[in-house]
């Protein structure tokens, strides 16, 4: 079985443009969780959706949105890009709905850089 | 707020030495995870512990749950190259939250 697949792999913006990242969960996980890891830093929480339904969010603002879709795939996005914002972006899937109450399994992430 | 703090940053012990990484957390934990991350990978999953004092063991390496659920080690027996990496635990409480990780240096 495939794990976890995210796309892009690598992605450059400019400050102010939008960007959305891709994730495809592995076969029968129904919960898709992102994150943010900053190099040199653990990853940290932002979104998880089970179901189709957001059931978790972080202390991320407004800018961050996702959503997850009928075959629970997912998509984050991110609009007005900052500086900041640059970190590799991870999606993990699960099988279960509490985010951290089971195993995760973590794709290669989105390395976004913005300039 | 809840946080998770993670010691030591860093760790260079000579490949055969023992290791260990220890995860403190502000607030009783659910339970508790551990990651380990190599170098340009993503986090994998090594274990998850969930009773007071529960104590898990994977080969060379020894997971462990205090007793007020606050806290957790993880510990590697005569550590190999093949150990190099980050050690991420994550607590969950009302939410999930990543310790900042040990990053553990092998020296041949």
């Known amino acids: 079985d495939a794990g976890v697949t995210q796309s892009p792999t690598h992605l450059i913006k400019t400050r102010g443009q939008q960007v959305t990242l891709r994730c495809s969960p592995i076969?029968?996980?129904?919960?898709v969780s992102w994150y943010q890891q900053v190099l040199g830093q653990g990853p940290q929480f932002i979104f998880q959706y089970y179901e189709k339904e957001e059931r978790g969010r972080g202390n991320f603002p407004d800018r961050f949105s996702a959503r997850q879709f009928p075959n629970y795939s997912s998509e984050l996005n991110v609009n007005a890009l900052l500086l900041g914002d640059s970190a590799l972006y991870l999606c993990a899937s699960s099988y279960w709905t509490e985010v951290g109450s089971y195993e995760q399994y973590f794709g290669p992430g989105t390395r976004l850089t913005v300039t | 707020g809840q946080q998770v703090m993670q010691i030591p940053q860093y760790q260079h012990v000579q490949e055969g030495e023992d290791f260990t990484t220890y995860c403190n957390s502000s607030t009783t934990l659910s339970n508790i995870q551990w990651y380990k991350q190599r170098p340009g990978g993503h986090p994998v999953f090594l274990i998850q512990?969930?009773?007071?004092?529960e104590v898990k063991k994977q080969k060379r390496l020894t997971f462990q749950f205090g007793e007020a659920k606050k806290n957790s080690s993880l510990h590697i027996t005569a550590t190999q190259t093949t150990d190099v990496g980050t050690y991420f635990c994550a607590g969950l409480k009302d939410k999930i939250i990543f310790g900042k990780g040990t990053r553990l240096h092998i020296l041949p």
């Open positions: 076969s029968g996980h129904k919960s």
């Open positions: 512990l969930v009773k007071s004092g």
